[in-house]
């Protein structure tokens, strides 16, 4: 159930009385965009996020069968560097565990996150986006406002590049322990490759999940503060079809 819900510049914000109601709401908003589009052309394209906040959204989707995802082409924003592809923090194998692997897509592709030539390897994941030209992304927002790795001192709304490799602020590496993705920052990747805030705003829609009370400042800035890189988030506010998707616990400073 909706608890409240607004506008801020182009963006449409939504709170709903529990995480699950939230992700299941947001799950039937990318199923009729998913149909919708699959009505227009043969194929789509969808840049998913790989956390926890995404828990109930991937569940969701993996349980409506009116999808078809054989017309479905699967991409994710972000990976660690060094990071072997097979452990569970890793962004890919998340992502196989609860969605990549559960439903027939046409096809996944994964950024390799341990490539011998780093940079060669975000340039070809920008040739297959530039291919796809991706349609939807689904994404959360970090504690410090990132979306992707594009954590504030490495965000730039027109940044030149489509995929890149960055370093990782101190919040946002303690943001994946305090998910329980890992026991303690010490063993957190400091670097990353990330899709970019260009390439992450450039499909026609923007599905944002964001539950949890650790996220109340980031969607409080998000929803009040000045647009800016200093709160990359904040450039959802530009987008005309960009919808936040928050809980009671995440959205409480602006209940």
Do not use: I, L, S, T
């Given at each position: 159930m909706i608890i409240k819900q607004g506008k801020i510049d182009n963006l449409e914000y939504r709170v709903y009385d529990s995480r699950y109601n939230m992700g299941y709401a947001a799950s039937k908003d990318v199923a009729f965009t998913i149909k919708k589009l699959l009505n227009e052309k043969d194929e789509i394209s969808i840049i998913f996020a790989a956390a926890p906040s995404q828990n109930e959204l991937l569940q969701c989707l993996v349980a409506d069968k009116t999808i078809d995802f054989r017309r479905v082409n699967?991409?994710?924003?972000?990976?660690y560097v060094g990071l072997n592809s097979n452990a569970p923090q890793a962004f890919g194998q998340f992502l196989r565990d609860r969605l990549f692997d559960k439903v027939p897509f046409k096809s996944v592709n994964i950024i390799n996150g341990t490539a011998d030539n780093i940079e060669s390897e975000c340039e070809r994941y920008a040739a297959l986006l530039g291919e796809a030209k991706p349609d939807i992304v689904c994404m959360g927002i970090g504690e410090n406002g990132h979306i992707a790795f594009n954590d504030p001192h490495v965000a730039y709304f027109n940044d030149k590049k489509a995929v890149k490799v960055v370093s990782l602020d101190e919040v946002c590496?303690?943001?994946?322990?305090?998910?329980?993705c890992f026991e303690d920052i010490s063993l957190v990747p400091t670097h990353a490759v990330t899709l970019t805030i260009p390439t992450l705003v450039s499909p026609e829609y923007v599905f944002c999940v964001v539950p949890a009370a650790t996220k109340a400042n980031a969607v409080y800035t998000l929803i009040n503060g000045e647009i800016g890189e200093y709160c990359p988030c904040t450039i959802l506010r530009k987008h005309n079809n960009a919808i936040l998707y928050t809980d009671k616990d995440s959205a409480s400073r602006i209940l």
């Open positions: 699967a991409f994710h924003m972000d990976e590496r303690n943001q994946q322990v305090n998910d329980g």
